[in-house]
């Protein structure tokens, strides 16, 4: 694994694995909560971003902790599912959470499969953690895993804005993903992007498909 950021410490450590607690929600539990902060449950957006693709693709969640939305996509048909996962302690839950998913421990800057090993590469809730002047090198290995697709679920910013996250800082920045992706890289195309509003305040969630172009 790459040297450790001050955020990767973080959230392999103690933070992280509180986190990891709250977070290990049943599914229908996790779809309750997207519909209560959204109006509408993660199933159904998946659907309309990837609910036409071959569901035998080859997938991986970069940023998977127990395996929640693998479990969704597993759920809505899909059967070559991979995870890659900074912290070992949700990497142990999610082995006994799954079946017929293969998670490893892993990070973001080092993801440990060939170049364009996956059909689709994605991340939810995940690039908003790291660094701004890391941030580069995240997408880096994200799009050298992805043969075609990349798919994100993130906060949203027309620019860079830092969030205090439960206390902390340096720990958490929206900003406009699916631009960041295009402006890194000339061969991406964007397929689709829906931005969510939370029901009770002013933030908003951007989820986008990108495509590699010839």
């Known amino acids: ?8 410490a973080k959230w392999s450590g ?9 977070n290990a929600l049943s599914l229908a539990e996790m ?28 997938i991986l969640e970069v940023g998977s902790n127990v ?3 693998l479990l969704c996509l597993q759920r809505m048909g899909f059967t070559s599912l991979f995870g890659v996962e900074l912290q070992g302690y949700a990497v142990e839950i999610s082995k006994h959470r799954t079946q ?19 059909d689709l590469v994605f991340t939810s809730g995940v690039l908003i953690h790291i660094a701004p002047s890391d941030i580069t090198k995240a997408l880096q290995e994200i799009h050298r895993c992805s043969r075609r697709l990349i798919w994100g679920f993130e906060y949203f910013s ?7 996250y439960r206390g902390n800082a ?10 960041l992706y295009l402006d890194t890289f000339g061969d991406l195309r964007l ?24």
């Open 1 to 8: 694994m790459s040297e450790l950021t001050s955020q990767m």
């Open 14 to 22: 103690e933070f992280g694995r509180d986190y990891t607690d709250r």
């Open 31 to 58: 779809e309750a909560l997207y519909m209560s902060k959204y109006g509408v449950n993660r199933t159904s957006m998946n659907t309309r971003f990837i609910g036409a693709l071959d569901r035998s693709m080859r």
């Open 67 to 69: 395996g929640n939305q």
């Open 100 to 118: 017929h998913i293969n998670i490893v421990e892993g990070a973001v800057f080092d993801i440990a499969f060939k170049d364009e090993f996956f």
């Open 158 to 164: 027309e620019g860079y804005a830092e969030v205090v």
């Open 170 to 179: 340096g720990l958490l920045w929206k900003t406009n993903f699916p631009q």
């Open 191 to 214: 397929v689709k992007e829906e931005r969510f509003k939370y029901k009770d305040d002013a933030n908003v969630d951007t989820m986008f498909l990108l495509e590699k172009v010839e």
